[in-house]
């Protein structure tokens, strides 16, 4: 017997297909990267199959996973960087999905920052997109994490990162791209825009040297 809902995983799997599409149109899951989840509820999670074309998803494309990374149900495999995500759902008990890509401006921005460790954004009225930004008089820190293949070993900083206390509403990894999350889908993808957009605020000062 499934001990998940199997109406949450159809209406998962179509939010992911159809975050997707638009991600894909855009140009940021290049040549079958990134990877989406939703959290169906305290245990599980839908998230993609690894290495399918994420701009061209279907139910097929989506499996559940347990929040140790997995596979419930299925023998496919999900998606190599599953335990990024399920750590979410495991640290923050509001996160309801969680978006990862790989545009050319995060892809840059992550070469860019990787030495300083994290990107600082200051004074810019889209701050305001991140939930729990009432102002563009704050500041909000990007951390870039080393990239790396062992997962657990990435999973570990973030932990550390979350543990120091610093608020955390995404990451760069070195080389690679973003992870964003929000309460739900609607509020991921407004993340994962506003992120976007503030790295190409901040990669233009860069290319007019101010
Ligand atoms: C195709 S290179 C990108 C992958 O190595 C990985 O970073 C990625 O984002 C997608 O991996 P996936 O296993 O399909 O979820
Ligand atoms: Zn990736």
């Given at each position: 017997m499934k001990n998940y809902d199997a109406r949450q995983l159809a209406h998962a799997a179509l939010q992911i297909a159809d975050a997707g599409r638009d991600l894909a149109v855009r140009g940021?899951?290049?040549?079958t990267s990134s990877n989406f989840s939703v959290r169906l509820d305290d245990a599980h999670a839908a998230i993609t199959i690894s290495g399918r074309d994420k701009g061209n998803?279907?139910?097929?494309?989506v499996m559940v996973v347990d929040l140790h990374g997995k596979a419930v149900d299925t023998d496919a495999r999900p998606s190599a960087e599953t335990l990024l995500h399920t750590q979410i759902y495991a640290r923050y008990a509001d996160a309801g999905a969680v978006l990862h890509t790989h545009s050319h401006n995060q892809t840059v921005a992550s070469r860019l920052w990787a030495k300083a460790g994290a990107i600082r954004f200051e004074g810019?009225?889209?701050?305001?997109?991140?939930?729990?930004?009432?102002?563009?008089?704050t500041v909000i820190i990007l951390p870039v994490f080393p990239n790396t293949q062992d997962m657990p070993a990435l999973v570990k900083q973030v932990d550390a990162y979350i543990d120091s206390g610093t608020p955390l509403h995404g990451y760069l990894i070195d080389g690679h791209g973003i992870y964003t999350w929000g309460r739900d889908m609607a509020e991921t993808r407004r993340h994962l825009e506003a992120f976007e957009f503030l790295l190409a605020c901040e990669l233009d000062l860069r290319r007019l040297n101010r």
């Open positions: 940021w899951t290049p040549a998803l279907g139910a097929d494309d810019w009225e889209l701050l305001k997109a991140i939930s729990g930004t009432p102002t563009h008089e």
